[in-house]
């Protein structure tokens, strides 16, 4: 869909449809007082009638309003004035785009987004109404042999701006907008490809061809041969039950000077995670498919950034792999050495992220970076903990933690900071071991970070656990593209503030 902005009175509007807003009780918006005052009385004399209360999300479709040039105009409830909160705008604005669609208009003038939404400014306006509306599009039928299109007829979507003076920021907002929608699209369809075509090989491909469409982006790999001369043993430990190779796939991006240091993104990459000998109960098994979804959050946010084209430099490093039970499996009980040196206890196959992740965290010492974020599908334990709406934020660098939950907000996509401190770090010792790979049952999702913690102590550090955000369970089941709206983010205030230079 094409966006655009435009700064320009309602009744002036030459097009598909007019979208403009309606206020509960029964109180027309001032763009649609304007219209009303055009059409002598039109749309108040709806009103009055009771043929809109005004709710929010209700949708009144009307053509041939008098002496108006559009040929229709769309009247959205939405609610009342006061009470207008963020969540509130983005439904409304999902349920026009909606209704748009299943008009006939092919283009449309919204001005929605001249509504008040409490602290919030012309850009959040138009880009979350960008993100909105290319999120409510998003359909996954590549497997489908019989593909229902819907139908769409909606191409152009122009957003009005109070002011010409706004006009730059409202373009703004589309830009940016569209890069964290095609960013959320790439994080979606790769987390939804199943696990029998989405490997640890298929990961790479995927960075890959992400690789040849931008100059400056490029690609590498560490295959089980290389991560064993390297003495990744956790990471090659977890992949030993599986048919299929790890592989740690590395995706450059360079827009700033070789010598500012590099943010890793670092993405857990089980293409499946059937638990191993620890295996899991098979009740929604299925949805371990899911436990590559930090790693398609991670291409996907390259993708983002490819798209902005940012002034920083930015590795990802997404770790691939699957745990499976197998005569090859290992098992509980094990003992491992970690590229670290340090040496791990395993009591559960199925806390395997970590595995994969602390010898990640290892191997990216190498590009000096001035700042890591791992993200990963890590604990159901988060998923108690914070349900479906936030994102479990760990760090031990304090600064680092506030840019996270700042681009948290800033993007509204949800995250939590919970606790890391050293009293948590107790609970993982090991008789056997310098650790085991799990503590307790008490919070798992904090243990979890605590080992996290250990391999990552040379650089600034953060951990997102992503298990209740990655994707959506039940009927409407599918990746939801998440966190890459708010490391998209991050990335953006970055590159303003050039802190990473
Ligand atoms: N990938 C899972 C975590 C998970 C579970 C995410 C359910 C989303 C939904 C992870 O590898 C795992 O199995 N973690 C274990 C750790 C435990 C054995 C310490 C868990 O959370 O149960
Ligand atoms: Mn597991
Ligand atoms: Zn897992």
């Known amino acids: 869909m094409e966006f655009s902005v435009k700064s320009g009175s309602p009744e002036k509007q030459r097009t598909a449809c007019i979208v403009v807003g ?3 009780p029964r109180r027309l918006s001032g763009v649609a007082e304007q219209l009303d005052q055009v059409s002598e009385g039109y749309l108040s004399g709806l009103l009055r009638r009771g043929d809109l209360e005004g709710k929010a999300g209700q949708m009144l479709l009307l053509h041939h309003v008098p002496n108006i040039l559009s040929e229709r105009v769309l009247l959205v409830g939405c609610g009342k004035e006061r009470e207008l909160d963020e969540r509130q705008y983005k439904q409304i604005i999902e349920k026009t785009i909606h209704t748009l669609n299943e008009t006939g208009s092919m283009e449309a003038v919204c001005f929605l987004s001249e509504l008040h939404v409490k602290g919030r400014d012309t850009y959040w306006k138009v880009r979350q109404a960008v993100e909105a509306a290319q999120a409510g599009l998003y359909t996954f039928n590549q497997l489908k042999t019989r593909k229902e299109e819907p139908r769409r007829p909606l191409r152009k979507l122009v957003f009005n701006v109070p002011t010409r003076r706004e006009l730059p920021l409202g373009e703004r907002a589309i830009q940016h907008g569209l890069a964290v929608s095609k960013g959320m699209n790439v ?3 790769v987390a939804n490809m199943p696990p029998n075509i989405c490997t640890p090989r298929y990961l790479a491909e995927q960075a890959e061809a992400l690789a040849e469409r931008y100059d400056n982006l490029s690609f590498s790999a560490v295959d089980e041969q290389q991560m064993a001369e390297l003495g990744m043993n956790a990471y090659l430990a977890v992949g030993r039950g599986s048919e299929h190779e790890s592989v ?16 890793v993104l670092v993405g857990k990459g089980l293409t499946f995670d059937a638990g191993g000998i620890s295996i899991k109960p098979s009740a929604n098994m299925d949805e371990m498919k899911y436990d590559m979804g930090g790693a398609a959050s991670v291409l996907g946010t390259m993708q983002a950034l490819a798209e902005l084209q940012l002034p920083v430099n930015v590795i990802a490093a997404i ?8 005569g090859k499996a290992y098992r509980p009980g094990d003992v491992l050495t ?13 806390a395997e992220g970590r595995l994969v992740l602390c010898d990640t965290l290892t191997y990216v010492e190498r590009f000096e970076p001035d700042t890591v974020i791992d993200v990963a599908t890590l604990t159901g334990a988060c998923v108690i903990a914070l349900g479906a709406h936030a994102s479990g934020l760990m760090s031990s660098h304090n600064p680092l933690a506030h840019e996270l939950l700042n681009a948290s907000e800033q993007s509204g996509d949800r995250a939590w900071r919970l606790p890391l401190w050293d009293e948590y770090q107790e609970s993982l010792e090991s008789p056997f071991a310098d650790m085991a790979n799990l503590g307790g049952r008490e919070a798992g999702t904090i ?20 298990a209740g955000t990655a994707w959506r369970s039940g009927a409407k089941k599918g990746a939801t593209g998440r966190p890459v ?4 983010q991050f990335l953006l205030n970055r590159a303003d503030s050039g802190q990473s230079d």
Not at 451 to 462: M, T
Not at 485 to 488: E, F, V
């Open 187 to 189: 994080c979606r369809d």
């Open 447 to 466: 243990t979890a970070a605590c080992f996290l913690s250990r391999f990552s102590k040379k650089y600034n550090w953060a951990h997102l656990d992503i």
């Open 248 to 263: 740690l796939t590395l995706l450059h991006y360079k827009g700033a000077a070789d010598d500012s240091a590099p943010i």
């Open 485 to 488: 709206p708010l490391l998209t």
């Open 319 to 326: 770790a691939g792999c699957e745990n499976m039970p197998d």
């Open 22 to 24: 309606v206020f509960e």
């Open 338 to 350: 970690t590229m670290s040196g340090q040496t791990v206890e395993v009591l559960n196959t199925d």
